[in-house]
């Protein structure tokens, strides 16, 4: 008997999630199967309580589900709670766990994977909506100097900053409001990339020693890490790495074990990757 998993969202035909999970359980040797599940964009909950009414033990969550999971979990890890938003849920006994694994996932690409310590660094975290909205307290319980957020629309950028700002050193602005600024580490965690597009940031915000990170991954490059390397940046990176170890970090919710995440992300970068986020 297998145990039932499986990540839901819409669109969801090209996520990499269940590749990942068949890998980890694998590693691992846990009996189960995960798999991908397209809900409608008005189904989401019917989706869950069916799946879960066929023995499923866990789901991930992915666009446009998140706010929706946050809203059906019975109850919350303190992340979740404070992020409002949960891309991964529990079934156990009668409660829905829900859990928000997509800062710890970014933090330890960074830390463990790309060997830079988040403590006493200066962040410019691009983007202010849900992808953002996940991350920002896993990087400030790393206790950087400063994490700054920049947004086209400055008022949905202070809005978290207000909702943060007891957990740490946090302002907020638009995209000009940190020209002429250094960091140590710029994340963009807008969708502008999926589309070959990119943020109106200043250019001198980039520097030869900033870490400059993209939460979309493919084969290529995007738009904005080869404008960040046009202005000088030596190191950039892309979310191959954060989409691994989220899903570790799912897997250890649900199985108590910890999967290897480097031969995963090794594997994935010799695929074929479609221009996608996080999922």
Same mark, same amino acid.
């Given at each position: 008997?297998?145990?039932?998993?499986?990540?839901?969202?819409?669109?969801?035909? /090209?996520?990499?999630?269940?590749?990942?999970?068949?890998?980890?359980?694998?590693?691992? /040797?846990?009996?189960? +199967? @995960?798999?991908?599940?397209?809900?409608?964009?008005?189904?989401?909950?019917?989706?869950? $309580?069916?799946? /879960?009414?066929?023995?499923?033990?866990?789901?991930?969550?992915?666009?446009?589900?998140?706010?929706?999971?946050?809203?059906?979990?019975?109850?919350?890890?303190?992340?979740?709670?404070?992020?409002?938003?949960? %891309?991964?849920? *529990?079934?156990?006994?009668?409660?829905?766990?829900?859990?928000?694994?997509?800062?710890?996932?970014?933090?330890?690409?960074?830390?463990?994977?790309?060997?830079? #310590?988040?403590?006493?660094?200066?962040?410019?975290?691009?983007?202010?909506?849900?992808?953002?909205?996940?991350?920002?307290?896993?990087?400030?319980?790393?206790?950087?100097?400063?994490?700054?957020?920049?947004?086209?629309?400055?008022? *949905?950028?202070? !809005?978290?900053?207000?909702?943060?700002?007891?957990?740490?050193?946090?302002?907020?602005?638009? @995209?000009?409001?940190?020209?002429?600024? /250094?960091?140590?580490?710029?994340?963009?965690?807008? #969708?502008?990339?999926?589309? %070959?597009?990119?943020?109106?940031?200043?250019?001198?915000?980039?520097?030869?020693?900033?870490?400059? @990170?993209? !939460?979309? @991954?493919?084969? $290529?490059?995007?738009?904005?890490? *080869?404008?960040?390397? $046009?202005?000088?940046?030596?190191?950039?990176?892309?979310?191959?790495?954060?989409?691994? $170890?989220?899903?570790?970090?799912?897997?250890?919710?649900?199985?108590?074990?910890?999967?290897?995440?480097?031969?995963?992300?090794? +594997?994935?970068? #010799?695929?074929?990757? *479609? +221009?996608?986020?996080?999922?």
């Amino acid at each position: 008997m297998f145990d039932l998993y499986a990540v839901i969202g819409n669109p969801i035909a /090209h996520s990499k999630s269940p590749f990942i999970h068949t890998i980890f359980a694998q590693q691992t /040797h846990q009996a189960m +199967q @995960y798999t991908a599940i397209l809900a409608p964009l008005d189904g989401f909950k019917k989706t869950v $309580e069916s799946f /879960h009414l066929q023995g499923g033990k866990g789901l991930n969550v992915t666009v446009p589900f998140k706010l929706q999971a946050f809203q059906l979990a019975t109850r919350l890890t303190e992340r979740a709670t404070i992020a409002q938003a949960v %891309n991964t849920l *529990k079934f156990e006994d009668n409660e829905i766990l829900g859990d928000n694994t997509d800062g710890v996932g970014l933090v330890r690409d960074i830390e463990l994977n790309l060997g830079i #310590s988040i403590a006493a660094k200066r962040i410019l975290l691009i983007g202010a909506g849900g992808a953002a909205q996940g991350v920002i307290l896993p990087l400030l319980q790393r206790k950087p100097a400063i994490l700054a957020i920049a947004n086209r629309t400055p008022q *949905k950028a202070q !809005m978290l900053q207000q909702q943060f700002l007891p957990f740490g050193n946090i302002i907020a602005g638009n @995209y000009t409001s940190f020209s002429n600024k /250094h960091f140590d580490i710029i994340i963009n965690a807008t #969708s502008a990339s999926l589309n %070959n597009a990119m943020p109106e940031v200043p250019t001198d915000i980039f520097a030869p020693a900033t870490l400059v @990170y993209d !939460m979309m @991954y493919g084969n $290529e490059l995007s738009r904005f890490l *080869k404008f960040a390397q $046009e202005q000088g940046a030596r190191q950039v990176a892309d979310g191959i790495g954060m989409l691994v $170890e989220q899903a570790a970090e799912s897997f250890f919710l649900w199985r108590g074990v910890t999967p290897q995440t480097k031969p995963v992300i090794t +594997q994935l970068r #010799s695929m074929n990757l *479609k +221009q996608d986020i996080n999922k």
